[in-house]
């Protein structure tokens, strides 16, 4: 069964830090299909970012960054020059292709500090 | 912009009430999603639907049934509220289409229950 690990239950970092949000998954799938969200004290999850399984490329946009390394079945999220805004739970999700259901992490809480 | 709201941000209720919470999207999406939100365990799924009318049992559907009768909206149904259902309560929907059958998820706010 597959399976989503998000070890940091919370970090907390001063603005302007960079930080990683680790996310390790387990699954027999050979297409799939990774993700992060944020979710915000307002309580909405965002959509951040989709990985297909084939797709090994480092992903950048603006100060985010993605590591997707199939070797440690690792999907990290790394935030540069952090912000307070960045503040938030962090939710990585596996989803197997041709299927509707994700599997959560249990999440990461990012606390920035001016 | 894809928009799911739910109609309540808060909602407070007494053990052993009927609740209604509804979801509604207006993109236009063929699936939709309701998933409960509980410290240290994540999201987990209560019941999807992929057409009106159409549902199917998630890993937690025990206590909850669902509605579909429209395309845009999805509602929850606790026939019996109890303490354990206190929880968040999350709306999504997401698309068919681009050779997938399962677009990403787009989330609504929340609905943040406390049965007394």
């Known amino acids: 069964a597959q399976k989503v690990t998000q070890a940091q239950t919370e970090i907390s970092v001063v603005e302007k830090e960079d930080v990683t949000l680790d996310c390790v998954y387990e699954t027999r799938d050979t297409t799939y299909y990774l993700f992060w969200y944020k979710q915000p004290p307002s309580g909405e999850l965002v959509f951040l970012i989709r990985r297909n399984s084939f797709d090994e490329q480092n992903e950048i946009s603006g100060r985010y960054s993605w590591n997707f390394q199939k070797s440690t079945s690792s999907f990290n999220f790394t935030i540069t020059a952090s912000q307070v805004v960045d503040s938030a739970v962090y939710f990585c999700a596996h989803q197997t292709s041709g299927t509707y259901k994700y599997i959560f992490g249990t999440g990461t809480r990012l606390k920035v500090l001016a | 912009d894809v928009k799911v709201t739910q109609s309540s941000r808060y909602l407070v209720k007494r053990t052993g009430e009927k609740v209604f919470l509804e979801c509604v999207q207006d993109m236009d999406h063929e699936n939709m999603f309701w998933y409960r939100q509980d410290p240290g365990l994540g999201l987990r799924l209560i019941y999807f639907?992929?057409?009106?009318?159409?549902?199917e049992k998630g890993d937690i559907p025990e206590g909850y049934s669902v509605s579909r009768e429209k395309k845009e909206r999805f509602s929850l149904i606790l026939e019996s509220a109890s303490t354990n259902q206190t929880s968040m309560y999350l709306c999504a929907s997401s698309s068919v289409g681009g050779g997938a059958a399962y677009n990403e998820q787009f989330f609504g706010p929340g609905t943040r229950l406390t049965v007394l």
């Open positions: 639907s992929y057409d009106v009318k159409m549902k």
